[in-house]
C-alpha cells in the first residue's frame, strides 16, 4: 500500500462473485469511473445528484484498491461488478454523455473521514428496494430537489465530519509487498508499516508482543511479534515477513480497524509518513552513508574487488566508486545508487561473513557489528555484549552508566549508548548501529589492551561530517 491514495491506471474487475469462476476484466480507471455511474443511475437526475453519487462510487472502488481489500485475500482483481457486495459494473455498455463529462472531472476525486487518509468505505444503496446506513441513491434526487450541493448530500449520509480530496495523482497500479522479504535486520518504511499494523492488531489479539518502537527498524522484538502472529493464523513460523504474511497482516489490520466499513476507525497521516529516505546517492550526507561505508569498508577485506573505503559519512566519488565496484562484483546494474537490492546485497554478504566466522577467531577479541540495530526492546546476546563493552568502559568515562548485562535493552542501556555517543561525538540516537558499534568496541578494544586514550581521540576511524 501506497503512503497516500493515488488514482490507479487501470482497475481490474472480477465477472462476479469472489468466489466465483468468472472473467476478469481490466479497464481504464476512468472508463470504470463512467461504466459504474451510467450502471447505476440515471441520466436525467439533477447534477448535484449525479455528482455526489460519483464521489460515493469513486471513494468506494479506491477504498478497495487502497486496502488492497481483495489482493489481500489472494484474488487477482480489485473489485466484483456483485451488487450484493461492490458496485455495478457492465462490460462493454454504453456510456451516457453528461456522465462521461463527470467522469472525466470528478476521477481524482474521492471522499475522506476528517482526520483519515484512506478513501472512506463509501456504502450506498438505491434506497427503494434495498436500504442502508450509507448513501441513498434516490434520496440523493429529493435532497437535490431541495436545493442540496454534492457535498452537503453527502454530509447528510456521511456525516459533518467528512471532506473532498481533488486533484489526486494519478499513477500505475501496484502492490504494496516489499519486493525483498522483511526480516531481521531490515530497516525501511515497510517495516514501520508492518510494526504499526502489528501493535495495532496487537491490541485485539493480546498474545502478540507490543514492539516498543516503531521507527522501522527490524530487531528481536518485531521478529518476536511476526512469529506470534504467524502461529495465531496457522502461516509458516519463520519470523519472516514475505508475500503471504504481509497480506494476511494487511488483511487482519484491515479487520480490526474496519477500514472496509462506513464508521471505521481510519488511518492517520501519522501513520504513512515516510521515515527513511531509502536510496543513497551521491551528494547524500547521512548516518545512512555511514553505514554504508562501514559495511563496503568490511567487504573490502574479503573480496578484492571491492575497494577499502573512508567512513566519513559524505557519499563523495570515492563512495560512489565504490558502490559501483560492489554492484560489478555481486552482478547488480552499476549506477551508483543504492537502492533496496543493492542495499541487501552489500548487507547480505556482510552478514554471511560475520555469521561464518568461528567463535575462536574472535576469542580475546572485539565481536563485529551482529548486522542487527539495537535499541529499546531488543533482546538477546547482541544486546548482552553490548552492555558489557559498556560496563568497562563506565569506570574510564564516568557519563557513561554501569550496566548489568541482562540482555534486555532497557531505558538505561539506551541511556549509556547516548552517553558514549556524546562523549565520541557520535549522531546521538540511543541506537547501536554498525558506526556505534564500532566505535564502542574499539574504545573498549583500547581500554581491554591496556592503550589509553587522549582527549578528543577518535576511535578506529574518523568520524563525522
Known amino acids: 500500500m501506497p503512503a497516500l491514495p493515488y488514482i490507479p491506471d487501470t482497475v481490474t474487475v472480477h465477472l462476479g462473485r469472489p468466489e466465483e469462476n468468472a472473467r476478469n476484466v481490466t479497464l481504464p480507471f476512468l472508463e470504470y469511473v463512467a461504466n459504474v455511474a451510467s450502471s447505476e443511475i440515471y441520466p436525467t437526475w439533477p447534477e448535484s445528484a449525479i455528482r455526489a453519487n460519483m464521489y460515493a462510487q469513486i471513494s468506494f472502488v479506491l477504498n478497495r484498491i487502497y486496502t488492497e481489500y481483495?489482493?489481500?485475500?489472494?484474488?487477482?482483481?480489485?473489485?466484483?461488478?456483485?451488487?450484493?457486495?461492490?458496485?455495478?459494473?457492465?462490460?462493454?455498455?454504453?456510456?451516457?454523455?453528461n456522465i462521461r463529462t463527470l467522469a472525466l472531472e470528478l476521477f481524482d476525486s474521492y471522499i475522506v473521514r476528517q482526520g483519515s487518509v484512506e478513501p472512506l468505505f463509501t456504502a450506498y444503496c438505491?434506497?427503494?428496494?434495498?436500504?442502508?446506513d450509507g448513501l441513498s441513491q434516490w434520496g440523493t434526487v429529493d435532497l437535490a430537489e431541495q436545493g442540496y450541493t454534492p457535498y452537503e448530500i453527502l454530509q447528510y449520509y456521511y456525516g459533518d465530519d467528512i471532506d473532498l480530496v481533488t486533484d489526486v495523482p494519478v499513477g500505475p497500479l501496484r502492490e504494496s509487498a516489499p519486493a525483498i522479504p522483511l526480516r531481521v535486520g531490515s530497516v525501511n518504511d515497510n517495516v514501520r508499516t508492518l510494526q504499526i499494523r502489528l501493535n495495532r492488531i496487537g491490541r485485539n489479539y493480546p498474545s502478540i508482543p507490543k514492539i516498543p518502537e516503531t521507527d522501522g527498524v527490524f530487531g528481536?522484538?518485531?521478529?518476536?511479534?511476526?512469529?506470534?502472529?504467524?502461529?495465531?493464523?496457522?502461516?509458516?513460523?519463520?519470523?519472516?515477513?514475505?508475500?503471504?504474511?504481509?497480506y494476511y497482516v494487511r488483511r487482519i489490520y484491515?479487520?480490526?480497524?474496519?477500514?472496509?466499513?462506513?464508521?471505521?476507525?481510519?488511518?492517520?497521516?501519522e501513520e504513512v509518513t515516510s521515515q527513511y529516505p531509502g536510496v543513497l546517492r551521491e551528494g547524500d550526507v547521512s548516518l545512512g552513508v555511514l553505514n554504508l561505508q562501514y559495511f563496503i569498508n568490511y567487504l573490502s577485506g574479503y573480496y578484492s574487488t571491492v575497494p577499502p573505503l573512508a567512513v566519513d559519512g559524505t557519499f563523495g566519488p570515492a563512495t560512489w566508486a565504490a558502490v559501483i565496484d560492489v554492484q560489478n562484483t555481486f552482478g547488480l546494474p552499476a549506477d551508483g545508487i543504492v537502492g533496496e537490492i543493492?542495499?541487501?546485497?552489500?548487507?547480505?554478504?556482510?552478514?554471511?561473513?560475520?555469521?561464518?566466522?568461528?567463535?575462536?577467531f574472535v576469542e580475546g577479541r572485539v565481536i563485529p557489528f551482529p548486522g542487527v540495530v539495537l535499541r529499546i526492546g531488543a533482546r538477546g546476546d547482541d544486546v548482552r555484549v553490548i552492555q558489557q563493552y559498556l560496563s568497562a568502559l563506565s569506570p574510564v568515562f564516568p557519563r557513561i552508566p554501569a550496566l548489568t548485562p541482562d540482555g534486555v535493552?532497557?531505558?538505561?542501556?539506551?541511556?549509556?549508548?547516548?552517553?558514549?555517543?556524546?562523549?565520541?561525538?557520535?549522531?546521538?540516537?540511543?541506537?547501536?548501529?554498525?558506526?556505534?558499534?564500532?566505535?564502542?568496541?574499539?574504545?573498549?578494544?583500547?581500554?581491554?589492551n591496556g592503550a589509553g586514550l587522549s582527549d578528543g581521540q577518535y576511535p578506529g576511524f574518523e568520524l563525522g561530517r
Open 70 to 97: 481483495y489482493r489481500s485475500r489472494g484474488y487477482d482483481f480489485d473489485i466484483t461488478n456483485s451488487t450484493s457486495i461492490d458496485q455495478k459494473f457492465i462490460e462493454g455498455r454504453d456510456i451516457f454523455e
Open 409 to 448: 535493552f532497557g531505558a538505561r542501556t539506551r541511556d549509556a549508548v547516548i552517553a558514549f555517543q556524546e562523549e565520541f561525538g557520535l549522531p546521538i540516537n540511543g541506537r547501536v548501529g554498525a558506526i556505534t558499534w564500532a566505535a564502542i568496541t574499539d574504545v573498549y578494544s583500547d581500554i581491554a
Open 342 to 360: 543493492t542495499w541487501e546485497a552489500i548487507y547480505d554478504a556482510y552478514l554471511g561473513i560475520v555469521s561464518t566466522i568461528p567463535p575462536e
Open 126 to 132: 438505491d434506497g427503494r428496494r434495498v436500504t442502508c
Open 220 to 246: 528481536s522484538d518485531t521478529e518476536a511479534a511476526v512469529r506470534r502472529f504467524q502461529e495465531i493464523f496457522g502461516l509458516t513460523v519463520d519470523g519472516i515477513v514475505g508475500r503471504a504474511t504481509w
Open 254 to 269: 484491515n479487520a480490526v480497524k474496519r477500514l472496509n466499513e462506513i464508521d471505521g476507525e481510519g488511518v492517520t497521516l
